[in-house]
């Protein structure tokens, strides 16, 4: 979230950059901090490089993306893409949403982990109940099952990506696969 202010204070930079000859201020907020012209154009470069990267870094299977803290992977994510799901795996998570809307019914419901919370906003129907969890599932199974669920459905990988910890239970079997991508009744 901090690329918004950055691209903020970098757009201000550039134009005082552009009106002022001597020095610039990066906004009204922090006019004390007086900048030359040169140092001005390296930070709205290093900004460019930073936010260009940021936009286009491609997530692979080997690693979560340009920095890996782990600690703080959740909060400040290392690319734009973190926030969702492998570009081999886009067609596999669609098919398994078609099954879901065309198998889903009163009595069932979705498990929805955060990262496929945009995915089931697009693609599934809205007559359906979907739950978002993070990693309390059990908690989350207990709601559904005291709101009269029945069946529980969730999309989950049939095998470690090693992005997001979902564990799933050895004993779950899946009821659709598509690619890596499977969906998995809930007892």
């Known amino acids: ?38 140092i001005g154009y390296t930070l709205m ?57 065309n198998n889903m019914n009163q ?5 929805v982990h955060g990262t496929f919370e945009f995915w089931t906003l697009l693609y599934l129907k809205k007559n359906h109940v979907a739950y978002l969890f993070d990693s309390n599932i059990e908690a989350a199974i207990n709601r559904a099952q005291n709101e009269g669920y029945q069946l529980i459905y969730i999309v989950c990988w049939n095998q470690d990506i090693d ?6 239970l050895n004993n779950w079997i899946s009821v659709y696969d598509s690619g890596r991508i499977s969906v998995y009744p809930m007892d």
């Open 45 to 101: 470069l290093v900004f460019l490089i930073l936010g260009g990267l940021f936009v286009s870094w491609p997530l692979t299977d080997t690693g979560p993306g340009l920095v890996n803290w782990s600690g703080s992977f959740k909060y400040f994510p290392s690319t734009m893409q973190t926030s969702s799901i492998p570009l081999q795996d886009t067609k596999a998570v669609i098919k398994a949403y078609t099954w879901l809307n």
């Open 163 to 168: 992005w997001y910890p979902i564990e799933l």
């Open 1 to 38: 979230m901090l690329i918004v202010p950055f691209t903020y204070f970098a757009a201000n930079g550039l134009w005082k950059v552009t009106k002022c000859l001597e020095a610039i201020s990066i906004s009204k907020h922090l006019g004390w901090l007086n900048i030359t012209k040169k």
């Open 107 to 111: 009595i069932s419901s979705l498990f």
